[in-house]
């Protein structure tokens, strides 16, 4: 089993940066790729960035490209979303998955354990 917890979200003003974090316990995900999702209320899960699973490949959604940059600590069970130049149409929870493969994908059927989420509200 696999354990994904979320932490870093909060309140900032549009412009702004966080950094988002997921630890991962349990089963280790050093060898698979990891992902951040975002999904508001009623809406799909979004993708947003992709790491394949030794940080040498990401993937990101157009929305966020040149914004965002996604990393991992694998000696830490750790990945990483620095969010710069916020929006407020980032605004909504943000969630850490574990991919079911090595590699970088948009497709949240390719993630198999999923963090509890964290809000980001970005002020205009």
């Known amino acids: 089993q696999v354990q994904l917890v979320e932490s870093g979200g909060g309140l900032v003003q549009a412009g702004g940066s966080l950094r988002l974090s997921c630890v991962g316990s349990g089963r280790t995900f050093g060898g698979q790729g990891m992902a951040w999702f975002r999904q508001a209320p009623g809406q799909e899960r979004e993708f947003v960035a992709a790491?394949?699973?030794?940080?040498?490949?990401?993937y990101y959604a157009d929305s966020v490209k040149g914004r965002f940059t996604i990393s991992r600590d694998n000696a830490k069970n750790m990945v990483y979303l620095q969010m710069d130049s916020l929006k407020p149409e980032d605004t909504t929870v943000y969630y850490c998955a574990r991919g079911r493969y090595s590699g970088t994908s948009g497709d949240r059927r390719h993630y198999d354990y999923w963090g509890q989420g964290t809000q980001v509200t970005v002020s205009s």
């Open positions: 790491i394949n699973w030794s940080g040498s490949s990401t």
